[in-house]
């Protein structure tokens, strides 16, 4: 079993910037991607960014430019970047990973979530 632990959310004035933090631990054989997603009120989850074991980077349009999505392999930690954030960023962002086993299978696991707050 993997855990994510998420940190670095909070309220920010728009222009601002903010940095999260996602830090996996547990029984952990080898994780693959890691990535953000968001979820705002009465809104589905989205993707906000994905970034490979290999540092390969995705991002969704809306945020291109201004996240960067980073990784430390040596510490299984994901974080995001937030610059110039705007209010529509606002929501509750949540880290995710995927991990492979031992016996050749991948489990994804979630974070609690963090809430994000951009005021005008």
């Known amino acids: 079993q993997v855990q994510l632990v998420e940190s670095g959310g909070g309220l920010v004035q728009a222009g601002g910037s903010l940095r999260l933090s996602c830090a996996a631990s547990g029984s952990i054989f080898k994780i693959n991607s890691m990535g953000w997603y968001r979820q705002a009120p009465g809104k589905q989850r989205e993707l906000v960014a994905v970034i490979t074991s290999g540092g390969s980077r995705n991002y969704a349009d809306s945020v291109e430019g201004r996240l960067t999505i980073s990784r430390d392999n040596a510490k299984n930690t994901v974080y995001l970047q937030m610059n110039t954030l705007k209010p529509e960023d606002s929501a509750v962002y949540y880290c995710?990973?995927?991990?492979?086993?031992?016996?050749?299978?991948?489990?994804?696991?979630w974070g609690q979530g963090t809430q994000v707050t951009v005021s005008l």
């Open positions: 995710t990973a995927g991990a492979s086993t031992p016996y050749g299978s991948v489990a994804y696991y």
